[in-house]
């Protein structure tokens, strides 16, 4: 069965799959990677966030991803009351935030879902666009166009929150509170204020992240728990913090999820996907692109 | 006592004694008989609300509501009893259904038992209802009854024997010119049954397969799968997946393409009987050919059934469940008739006459006439295949008429003939 | 200590008399079917903490644990048609194997990498468990329970009684390890796992000990749960519930103290068993949530630790 066509489709569809899968981990770079929050609700935000969506959509017939950027305002509000909580109940308190935050973000993450059960019932949703629904012939290879546009956003959002980063002030300062919190202090900016903002950042990608979801494939209100895995694999594997590592983890699993289904048993796809990640970890615990030593 | 016996709606004072004996004898309880006259009739089950099928559960349920709605509005059971539902949520889950049945059986003390909707939910409980010799009602679950051998389970789903669904798509596929199979399923415990009877059913037939994979559930992106089935050019796709996967199949088969050599497409693809989903598919449909348990054409109208559907719609918006309702809920009522039928006949509530009643005879229902097989099953398939034809996208109100799904078995209710090939069918 | 001791056994002995009594006296099966629930919860809960709890070590596969528990069973069922005790003894055994390798992970990995990972290994068994044809893959399994032995009069009460024998169990190795070295060796090392490595405790050591234990003692609670359903599917035995709700109670009662999560699984346990036939809806999972929520903001230190509060206040307050 094994035929070179076959495999070179296999690599065109995973990169972009790898695009979406780096996109909708993005914000939980900065907010785990970066921030050292256990946000485990992270994609029951980004199942929100498509939610959201779905109802501009189908109720103003706004295009997704005009929606998804008219949401991300809220969004970062959203980010900021989230971080403001957490960190009065935990990060203020000093010790063992592990384990309590990820059960506090657990909490979250069911309360989310089932308020969205009760407004929008169990069934799943989608949207319509033009981009939905055909494909980009590239000589034998088909695409679809959805695939295009989340590599596009992908790739911008990595661009854009790596650009943030590095050339601003308050991207530098998200960045060194991540380094060293005590030194900050010591220059007089306050890092809690700095972090509560990378939060809001963190959340307000999700609004576009949202709208990429509901894009790719239908949603429903449990979808989020299905990512919990995959989208922290993506950024543990990548190191913890690095935008474009992120990406590039994330085209790996993408690569190797679409390889596995198109080639061997599809069945074995998602033990391959985190046998990478523990073979990443066995080998160099701090990810591929990690910033500790 | 003779206050009760003087209503209008009472039965003769000698077949009121008759039931009284019956009801006494049989009642676990042995609840004095003044109190049995009053005392509703409770039906228990467990339901799906939440969790992965807790869309099907929902709808499911709502059709057991109206049927017990119209019943009590009748005047009830067994001269005036009222009919109840305890019904408790499941999460979906085999790990929860054990314990709820064992509520309603030693606490609540229901007096008979539906079934959750779905095969997993159902499994845990078979042998514990074997065990204590309860009467139980199916609710679409899958062969759960061919190694625990009950002969108390009666499913009110159309399945028939095992290998008729992957049957009569092969049979439709094969009569398409057909020579080759391609198998497409989820890596869960629904589509893994129906592809182990397409397995066997084409291994009779010898028929080759040439394409078979399970995809792990979560999948997000078919379009790879796809191409990989497309490279193997087979005749015949069958497919069995759950909903969030069946329509990012049929979004993936539309960009991709699946190639000329197909002739027939889908057989056993979930999802596709719901509202919301046939509703955001729209346009994509066309040309597939698949399962479905009722669709609205000509055919399938019996006693009661339009009546049912203008409740169902009323309602449905209300309880925010599926507004077509067309795969479980009339089922769900058809359960109610099954049971109502039983005790009109039997005259009691005692469940061994009862099962007795269910297994010799044949019942009209709103979904048809049903009749049983020894294993409790429907002696016939009605799995009806049909195929989506003239569809358009962002309508829900389409699928209430006639030809969007035309039947193509079984023969006596068919209502169309098949168009091949599938690139053909879909224009 | 020594009268602690005394009074810890005397109480196991009354609990054990009492669930016995109760298997032979109380006819109607509900409460053997919840209670069942209920006592492998507070096994679970116990389990986990002696890693998660003591070590600090956030285990997310609990139920990769169970379910590989469930399966051992269904595999000796439908290999050999073994008893019970060999299936627990069984599942404990391959519990001990897959927490050494656990353990060995810990090498490598600490805080929220240890925990990616038990989420990756839970997905790795699950994947192989729903390829693995001969336990019924992903189709699931039905599985016949044999005749219920003596005294029991059913085969629930018997499991409802071998459930309370694990939770007996899993507390006395619990409450041992809290009161011995180990414990308090874990406890450094939870503290600071470099600086108690530094002052000579053998961290690899006490950590293999903690996964091997919590490993098997999850395994042998997963293992009475297939003849409890009389069915095994991979989704429903690796459910993610499982190592959600087992860390919820947890973090509910407290895991400083054994008898935490003992609290936790019951106060837990027994409003989810009591929702289930009450309210039985979206809610139930809505009332998890918030209580998690809850709990974790306004009681840090668990019920545990809320009781010490309470009773330090009245101290105080007397002096």
């Known amino acids: ?293 | 006592m003779s206050k009760k016996v003087s209503k209008p709606r009472s039965i003769s004072r000698r077949r009121l004694l008759a039931t009284a004996g019956a009801a006494l004898a049989a009642s676990p309880l042995g609840v004095d008989l003044l109190q049995a006259q009053q005392a509703p009739i409770r039906i228990g089950m467990s339901m799906p609300q939440t969790g992965g099928l807790a869309g099907g559960g929902k709808a499911s349920l709502l059709g057991i509501e109206i049927w017990r709605d119209d019943v009590n509005a009748k005047g009830g059971l067994l001269g005036g009893r009222k009919v109840e539902l305890v019904v408790y949520d499941d999460k979906s889950s085999a790990a929860e259904t054990p314990a709820i049945y064992s509520k309603l059986i030693d606490v609540d003390k229901v007096d008979l038992l539906f079934a959750p909707y779905a095969t997993v939910p159902t499994a845990p409980i078979m042998p514990m209802v074997k065990q204590r010799g309860l009467l139980l009602i199916g609710n679409f679950s899958f062969q759960v009854n061919s190694k625990i051998g009950h002969d108390m389970w009666f499913n009110n789903a159309p399945w028939g024997p095992p290998d008729s669904w992957a049957a009569s798509f092969l049979d439709i596929g094969q009569k398409a010119g057909g020579k080759s199979m391609a198998l497409l399923t989820a890596d869960q415990e629904f589509a893994q049954n129906l592809a182990k009877t397409a397995r066997e059913v084409a291994a009779k037939r010898t028929l080759p397969i040439v394409f078979d994979q399970a995809y792990p559930p979560n999948t997000v992106e078919f379009s790879s799968i796809i191409r990989a089935l497309k490279a193997t050019k087979p005749d015949i796709v069958y497919v069995a997946s759950y909903p969030p996967d069946s329509a990012g199949i049929l979004r993936a088969v539309n960009e991709i393409g699946v190639g000329d050599s197909v002739k027939v497409f889908g057989g056993g693809m979930v999802g596709l009987q719901f509202g919301a989903v046939m509703e955001n598919m729209g346009s994509l449909l066309n040309g597939v050919v698949n399962y479905n348990s009722w669709l609205p054409e000509k055919s399938m109208y019996f006693e009661g059934t339009k009546e049912f559907f203008d409740k169902y719609t009323k309602r449905a918006v209300e309880a925010k469940v599926d507004p077509l309702g067309y795969y479980l809920a009339p089922f769900g009522y058809a359960s109610g008739q099954l049971i109502e039928q039983a005790i009109k006949k039997v005259g009691s509530l005692d469940q061994k006459a009862l099962a007795k009643y269910l297994r010799e005879n044949t019942h009209n229902t709103i979904v048809g006439a049903i009749a049983f097989s020894p294993d409790g099953e429907r002696k016939e398939t009605a799995v009806l295949q049909a195929q989506f034809r003239g569809v358009v996208d962002k309508n829900m109100e389409q699928f209430r008429s006639s030809g969007k799904q035309v039947i193509l078995f079984p023969e006596n209710l068919k209502s169309g003939e098949l168009v091949a090939p599938f690139e053909a069918a879909r224009k | 200590m020594k009268r602690n001791g005394v009074a810890f056994w005397s109480g196991a002995a009354v609990f054990l008399a009492a669930v016995f009594a109760m298997t032979q006296v109380v006819g109607n099966q509900y409460p053997f079917f919840a209670g069942y629930v209920i006592l492998q919860f507070i096994a679970l809960a116990v389990a986990w903490s002696i890693l998660g709890g003591y070590a600090g070590y956030v285990n997310f596969g609990t139920s990769a644990f169970f379910g590989v528990g469930v399966y051992t069973s269904v595999f000796l069922v439908s290999a050999f048609g073994a008893p019970l005790p060999l299936q627990i003894l069984t599942g404990a055994a391959v519990g001990a194997l897959m927490g050494f390798a656990l353990g060995l992970l810990t090498l490598r990995m600490q805080g929220i990498y240890f925990s990616i990972a038990t989420i990756a290994l839970t997905i790795i068994i699950e994947t192989t468990i729903t390829n693995w044809r001969y336990v019924g893959g992903a189709a699931g399994i039905q599985i016949q329970r044999p005749a219920v032995t003596a005294p029991f009069d059913s085969y629930v009460q018997m499991l409802f009684f071998v459930q309370a024998l694990l939770v007996v169990l899993a507390v006395a190795i619990s409450r041992y390890i809290q009161n011995s070295w180990i414990g308090r060796g874990l406890q450094a090392l939870r503290d600071d796992e470099l600086a108690a490595e530094c002052t000579g405790v053998p961290t690899l050591r006490l950590k293999l000990i903690a996964c091997v234990i919590s490993g098997a003692l999850m395994c042998a609670v997963g293992a009475p749960a297939a003849m409890y359903l009389q069915y095994a599917d991979p989704g429903s035995a690796f459910n993610l519930n499982y190592s959600v709700t087992t860390l919820a109670m947890s973090l509910i009662g407290g895991t400083a103290h054994w008898s935490g999560p003992i609290i936790g699984a019951i106060v837990l346990g027994t409003t989810q068993q009591f929702l289930t036939v009450t309210i039985s809806s979206e809610v139930n999972v809505l009332v998890l949530g918030v209580m998690l929520v809850l709990f974790v903001v306004g009681a840090p230190e668990g019920i545990i630790g809320l009781v010490r509060k309470l009773r330090g206040n009245r101290k105080e307050g007397e002096a």
């Open chain 1, 1 to 293: 069965m094994f035929s070179l066509d076959l495999l070179l489709d296999a690599v065109v569809i995973g990169v972009l799959l790898g695009c979406f899968y780096g996109a909708v981990s993005l914000g939980l770079s900065v907010s785990f990677g970066l921030l050292d929050v256990p946000h485990v609700a992270h994609p029951a935000f980004l199942v929100l966030a498509s939610y959201a969506v779905y109802f501009l959509n189908e109720n103003y017939a706004v295009d997704p991803l005009v929606a998804g950027i008219l949401i991300t305002p809220v969004f970062f509000l959203f980010g900021l009351a989230t971080y403001r909580l957490y960190y009065e109940t935990f990060e203020k308190r000093g010790s063992d935030a592990g384990v309590r935050g990820i059960a506090f973000f657990f909490g979250v993450a069911f309360i989310i879902e089932v308020l969205i059960i009760l407004q929008f019932g169990v069934d799943q949703r989608s949207v319509t666009a033009d981009y939905i629904g055909k494909a980009w012939r590239l000589g034998d290879i088909r695409i679809p166009y959805r695939l295009l546009v989340a590599f596009a956003i992908a790739t911008a959002l990595t661009v854009l929150l790596t650009l943030y980063l590095s050339r601003t002030f308050m991207g530098r300062a998200i960045r060194a509170v991540a380094q060293d919190q005590e030194a900050l202090r010591l220059m007089g900016t306050n890092p809690v204020k700095i972090k509560q903002w990378a939060f809001g950042i963190a959340t307000a990608v999700l609004g576009i992240a949202g709208a990429l979801l509901i894009i790719v494939a239908p949603v429903d209100p449990t979808l989020g728990r299905a990512y919990i895995g995959r989208t922290f694999c993506v950024v543990v594997m990548a190191g913890l913090g690095s935008m474009s590592g992120t990406l590039v983890a994330a085209i790996i699993l993408g690569v190797a999820e679409s390889i596995v289904l198109t080639m061997f048993g599809a069945s074995w796809a998602p033990a391959i996907s985190f046998a990478i990640l523990l073979g990443i970890l066995a080998v160099r615990p701090q990810g591929l692109f990690g910033r500790r030593p």
